[in-house]
C-alpha cells in the first residue's frame, strides 16, 4: 500500500478505536481529510482510495484545485464534496460557494450576510456550521459561546441556509478537553432550540480521538493522513 494510504487506514483504526471506546457508531461520524497545501493529485489520490470529503481553508487555493479534480474525475462517478474550513472574507463568498458544499466557518455577521445573499437564488440550501470562539479573545473570529443561539436564530431563519451544528479548533494553550467540552455544552444549547442542528464539527490530527470522546461527528484531519504540506 501507498504510504498515503497506509497514513489513511492508520487513521481509520484509530478513528474505530477512539469510537467503540467512546460506546458510538462509526457511522456518526465523516472523516473530511484537509488537502490544503497539497497539490490536486493527492485529492485524486485519495479518492482512489475511498476518500469522499476534503477541506480547504483557502479560497485562491481551493477553487483551482477543485476544477482540476472536476476535471480529473469527470465521468467516473464519484460522489464527492468539498468543505470550506478556513476564513472567509465576504468578497470570496461567491467563489467559495460554486464549488463548497459546505462551510464550517460561519463565524461573524457580515460573513452570514455575504452568504444570505449569495445564497437567496439557490434551489438547495446549503450546509453551514457555526464556528465559535473558544479564545478569551473577541478579536479572534468565531461567535462567543454566550451569544450562539442570538446568532443561531439568524442562520435558522435564512431560506437557503441548513444549520448542521457548531464548528469548534481546540486552542493550543490547554488540553483540548477544555474546549471539546465548551463545544459539546453549546452543542447541547443549539440542539434544545434546533433539534436538527445537532452535528460537531471537532479534531484534527492532534486531538481527533478527544474530539470524539466529546461528541464529534465532522473530523477535520489534514497532516496526520496528507503528510507534511508541501506549500
Ligand atoms: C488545517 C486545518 C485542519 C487540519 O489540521 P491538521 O493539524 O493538519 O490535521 C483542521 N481544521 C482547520 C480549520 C484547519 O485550518
Redesign the pocket.
Known sequence: MSSLGQRLADIESRIDAATSKAGRQRSEIELIV?S?NHPAQMVLDLLELGVRSF?E?RDQEAKPKSEEVAAQVAGKGYDYSWHF??QLQSNKVRSALSYANVVHSVDRQSLLDAIIKATSERETPLDVFIQLNLTDDPGRGGIEPKNLLAFAEQVLAAPKLNLLGVMG?ASLDRAPEVDFETIQQASQALIGVAPQAKFISAG???DFEAAIAFGATHL?????ITGKRQY
Open positions: 484537509v490544503k477541506g481553508n474550513i478556513g479548533v484534527m490530527s492532534e477535520r484531519i489534514g497532516s496526520a
